[in-house]
């Protein structure tokens, strides 16, 4: 009873669905009438980020470029993502590290490209008030054009990001949870970075961590997460929005190998 139980734990760990554009999968089809590679993203209203177990990350502790795969709530794979980055940031400052990162779609035509520069200090919320101390991300739809950015605001205790436009104008914001918590005892931890509207008050959406089982949180340092956004919101804010999911994980998730 006990074998069987722990083996189904280990394929929901290690068999998490997630295929390059090159192997067979299920894959979204791109909505009629409109070419852009954002396309995928107008009918949507949540997605699911699913990172992929490195087996040499958790055999030998070598920390691997991160790649996920990104789907709709039908389960579809609409894109799929891979980091590229330095091997020595990885090792000795995962949280701040400098990484592209180069989400292709089922043709694996780059769609969106998220960039985040190197940043020494950056990830404390209260010296998010230097500008050289405060997480960010550009978002570029297509790659060399900038639709948007994803920055962390100072604040005092929870922490705060900003989502602007291609000419820095503020549109939405993320506040996210009193207490961020990880790892294989956090079952009841809801880790929700609440999105809010134009007005910074209304709740329209949320980016959760989602807990994926003792054995997985214990042994990888893979993350999934899930975001909620209107549907009706426009492509590109939609797709600055996902990239804060990311700058959410590489911020406050991604951990060494051997964290464990």
């Not at 101390?133 to 604040?155: A, D, K, N, R």
């Not at 900003?162 to 294989?184: H, Y």
Request: hydrophobic share 35%.
């Amino acid at each position: 009873m006990n074998n069987a139980f722990y083996m189904a734990q280990a394929q929901v760990m290690l068999g998490n669905n997630i295929m390059n554009p090159q192997q067979q999968q299920k894959w979204m089809e791109k909505p009629l009438g409109d070419p852009s590679g954002l396309a995928y993203l107008k009918p949507l209203d949540a997605l699911l980020a699913k990172q992929v177990v490195s087996l040499t990350e958790m055999m030998i502790g070598l920390p691997t470029q991160a790649k996920f795969g990104i789907f709709n709530d039908k389960g579809e794979q609409v894109y799929y993502a891979f980091e590229e980055s330095d091997i020595c940031q990885r090792l000795y400052c995962p949280k701040t590290r400098k990484f592209d990162l180069h989400i292709v779609d089922s043709t694996n035509q780059e769609i969106i490209r998220i960039k985040r520069e190197f940043k020494c200090c950056s990830g404390c919320c209260w010296c998010a008030c230097c500008e050289g101390c405060s997480q960010e991300v550009t978002v570029e739809s297509p790659p060399g054009t900038v639709i948007g950015f994803v920055s962390q605001e100072c604040s005092c205790w929870r922490m705060h990001y900003i989502l602007k436009d291609a000419s820095q104008t503020p549109i939405l914001k993320i506040v996210g949870p009193g207490c961020i918590c990880d790892g294989p005892y956090t079952c009841c931890c809801e880790n929700k970075f609440t999105l809010y509207g134009t007005d910074g008050i209304t709740e329209i959406g949320a980016i959760h961590k989602k807990y994926r089982g003792f054995i997985a949180e214990a042994m990888t340092s893979a993350d999934n997460f899930a975001i909620r956004i209107p549907m009706d919101m426009d492509v590109k804010m939609k797709a600055v929005a996902l990239g804060a999911l990311f700058l959410i994980d590489f911020g406050n998730f991604v951990t060494s190998a051997q964290r464990r």
